[in-house]
């Protein structure tokens, strides 16, 4: 049984250009979930994916958007960047009432 | 507004010592809580839900609706137990939603 993989697991990015983050979801979840953790604080919710549509969503801008595939992996995408978008992307996989499991993040800086 | 307070930034104790983190939640309605945990150089990690009512690595977390409090607790801290705690509550049904409060560092010295 393998984990939740994100990749990469760090870049950087100018402010204004679009970057795309992946996660593949433990095997047997179908839903996943992408979070945004910025230094010393919780991870924040940005939005789900359960059957590769949106179910749930954040206090976060259209510029950030989601696939997830028929194998249940997903993508976050976010456009025009901006500094304050400088974190940690975690992306958590689940299935029911299962416990999610969490992935070990993504780190994005902007600059 | 949903929320989830944790009141301590930074909590330090002795090994032996008892270790209480506080949580406190704001949610109209039944939320399910839990408590994550990060060890060092490691990924978020579930440690306990409330409605197991289980004992895991001998913490114990109480939902007390009264107070809107899910206090996490340990009678004898141990120095492994030193990690980035985070309550979480889910409200919408699914345990990927959460909100997670800021977290506290709990530092258990020799």
């Known amino acids: 049984e393998t984990g939740v993989t994100q990749s990469p697991t760090h870049l950087i990015k100018t402010r204004g250009q679009q970057v795309t983050l992946r996660c593949s979801s433990q095997?047997?979840?179908?839903?996943v979930s992408w979070y945004q953790q910025a230094l010393g604080q919780g991870p924040q919710f940005i939005f789900q994916?359960?059957?590769?549509?949106?179910?749930g969503r954040g206090n976060f801008p259209p510029r950030f958007s989601g696939l997830q595939f028929p194998n249940y992996s997903s993508e976050l995408n976010v456009n025009a960047l901006e500094l304050d978008d400088s974190a940690l992307y975690l992306c958590?996989?689940?299935?029911?009432?299962?416990?999610?499991?969490f992935g070990s993040g993504t780190r994005l800086t902007v600059v | 507004a949903q929320r989830v307070t944790q009141p301590e930034k930074l909590l330090s104790v002795f090994k032996g010592a008892p270790v209480e983190l506080k949580c406190n939640y704001s949610?109209?309605?039944?939320?399910?809580l839990f408590w994550y945990v990060q060890y060092s150089r490691q990924r978020l990690q579930l440690l306990l839900r409330?409605?197991s009512r289980e004992s895991i690595k001998g913490f114990t977390a109480d939902l007390n609706k009264g107070e809107t409090s899910f206090h996490l607790k340990k009678p004898f801290a141990q120095e492994e137990d030193s990690a980035m705690y985070y309550c979480?509550?889910?409200?919408?049904?699914?345990?990927?939603?959460?909100?997670f409060g800021k977290g506290t560092k709990l530092s258990v010295k020799p």
């Open positions: 958590a996989s689940g299935a029911g009432t299962i416990s999610y499991t």
């Open positions: 095997s047997g979840h179908n839903t």
């Open positions: 994916y359960y059957r590769e549509e949106e179910n």
């Open positions: 949610y109209s309605g039944s939320p399910e």
């Open positions: 409330h409605i």
């Open positions: 979480a509550l889910s409200g919408g049904g699914s345990q990927g939603n959460l909100i």
